[in-house]
């Protein structure tokens, strides 16, 4: 069973740019959040979409969006972007029910770098 | 009450030795306690997880132990080994957040040879 996938895994933007991520789910998953990792503030939670509604939003301001399509994948933007927002990006993958529902899986990450 | 403060920062053990890593949470609502393995450019990998109606749980040489009336719980890795250096994260979620994980803040391990 392959795992989450994301595309681009490395990518160099300018500030002001906007730029767009990709994610596959675990092949049955139906639950797709994002989260924000960087050495100063670590694992932070973005937001989570489920049959492509947003459920679940952390505190990041607008810039960042993101979107869930029919078949569960879903990609997150950010516009003008900003210095801060280098980071490795990562999303992750559940089932959204059943016993095993909290269980989420991360893919490997994009990894952002603003200059 | 949504912070899950974890310690050490860092740990370094030597081979065999038991690493010992603790969390400690406030929001009793939390139902859902992972632990995540992280090595370098990689994502979070999924090691092991526990809910508050379980006071230890085993898998391999893995051990979380919980102590709900303290809101802490603690990742033991038994005979560990250099493969074992790596990063780790304990994490919390709540029922109604579904996908919505708190994280600690880390803690790099490494097994010396």
């Known amino acids: 069973k392959a795992g989450v996938t994301q595309t681009p895994r490395y990518l160099i933007k300018t500030r002001g740019q906007q730029v767009t991520l990709s994610c596959s789910p675990i092949?049955?998953?139906?639950?797709v959040s994002w989260y924000q990792q960087t050495p100063g503030q670590g694992l932070q939670f973005l937001f989570e979409y489920f049959s492509e509604t947003q459920r679940n939003k952390g505190n990041f301001p607008g810039r960042f969006s993101g979107r869930q399509f029919s078949n569960s994948r879903s990609e997150m933007n950010v516009s003008t972007l900003e210095l801060g927002d280098s980071a490795l990006y990562l999303c992750a993958s559940s089932l959204a029910g059943g016993p095993s529902g909290n269980t989420i899986y991360f893919g490997e990450g994009s990894w952002l770098t603003v200059v | 009450q949504q912070q899950v403060k974890q310690s050490p920062q860092s740990l370094i053990v030597q081979k065999g030795g038991i690493p010992i890593i603790n969390c400690a949470y406030e929001?009793?609502?939390?139902?859902?306690f992972p632990w995540y393995q992280q090595f370098p450019g990689k994502g979070p990998a999924l090691l092991i997880a526990i809910r508050p109606d379980v006071s230890e749980k085993k898998e391999g040489r893995f051990t979380i132990s919980f102590n709900k009336s303290a809101k802490q719980f603690s990742l033991h890795i038994m005979d560990s080994q250099p493969g074992d250096s790596a990063t780790y994260f304990c994490a919390a979620s709540m029922p109604s957040n579904t996908g919505k994980l708190i994280f600690g803040q880390g803690t790099t391990l490494q097994v010396k040879p």
């Open positions: 929001n009793t609502a939390f139902d859902y």
């Open positions: 092949s049955g998953h139906r639950s």
